[in-house]
T-cell receptor, first 109, second 113 residues
Framework: RKEVEQDPGPFNVPEGATVAFNCTYS??????FFWYRQDCRKEPKLLMS???SGNEDGRFTAQLNRASQYISLLIRDSKLSDSATYLC??????????FGSGTRLSIRP | DAGITQSPRHKVTETGTPVTLRCHQT?????MYWYRQDPGHGLRLIHY???????DKGEVSDGYSVSRSKTEDFLLTLESATSSQTSVYFC????????????FGSGTRLTVV
């Protein structure tokens, strides 16, 4: 079993839709969690950190469920520019950070 | 923008030749990392460094070596390139501690023929 697992997608949704991704992790000692965004042929960039209390940044909401060991990302009112691959990232200790394989999202007009 | 650059951006090399990729940062971050990214595998850690001359192996270190003689430079060497090392290589930097953002370079596309 992979340490961090994501549905690879692709998710193909119309503009304006709400879409959600989940990511599960296996190490219960994981300490911090992030969502990164990666555009085609570009480097990953931090989208948002995921806090125990959940956090929201505009149209994006991230949640953490430690009991079930998953994190989620919700995108509301999706835009064409949201088309990208979303990487779930889990920090399991000093210098050990695990990337999920990514979920591809495609927004259609 | 982010003070991290990789060179070269693209390289084609022949099997059996040594190849060195360079990562340069201007952020004075202590931690530097080399990842490779392949379809279906996501980003996998090759080697990382936690200071000048302090390096350690990641999960896919076989066939790779690294050196860090200065805070700002982290070199990745493929000792004898193989076709299985065809990949996109990303360097990343981060401040120390957990919960810190990683900043990535633009990547190096390496093709071994």
């Amino acid at each position: 079993r992979k340490e961090v697992e994501q549905d690879p997608g692709p998710f193909n949704v119309p503009e304006g839709a709400t879409v959600a991704f989940n990511c599960t992790y296996s190490n219960s000692a994981s300490q911090s969690f992030f969502w990164y965004r990666q555009d085609c042929r570009k480097e990953p960039k931090l989208l948002m950190s995921v806090y125990s209390s959940g956090n929201e940044d505009g149209r994006f909401t991230a949640q953490l469920n430690r009991a079930s060991q998953y994190i989620s990302l919700l995108i509301r009112d999706s835009k064409l520019s949201d088309s990208a691959t979303y990487l779930c990232v889990v920090n399991v200790g000093a210098s050990k950070i695990i990337f999920g394989s990514g979920t591809r999202l495609s927004i259609r007009p | 923008d982010a003070g991290i650059t990789q060179s070269p951006r693209h390289k084609v090399t022949e099997t059996g030749t040594p190849v060195t990729l360079r990562c340069h940062q201007t952020e004075n971050h202590r931690y530097m990392y080399w990842y490779r990214q392949d379809p279906g595998h996501g980003l996998r850690l090759i080697h990382y460094s936690y200071g000048v001359k302090d390096t350690d192996k990641g999960e896919v270190s076989d066939g790779y070596s690294v050196s860090r003689s200065k805070t700002e430079d982290f070199l990745l060497t493929l000792e004898s390139a193989t076709s299985s090392q065809t990949s996109v290589y990303f360097c990343a930097i981060s401040p120390p501690g957990t919960g810190k953002e990683y900043t990535f370079g633009s990547g190096t596309r390496l093709t071994v023929v």
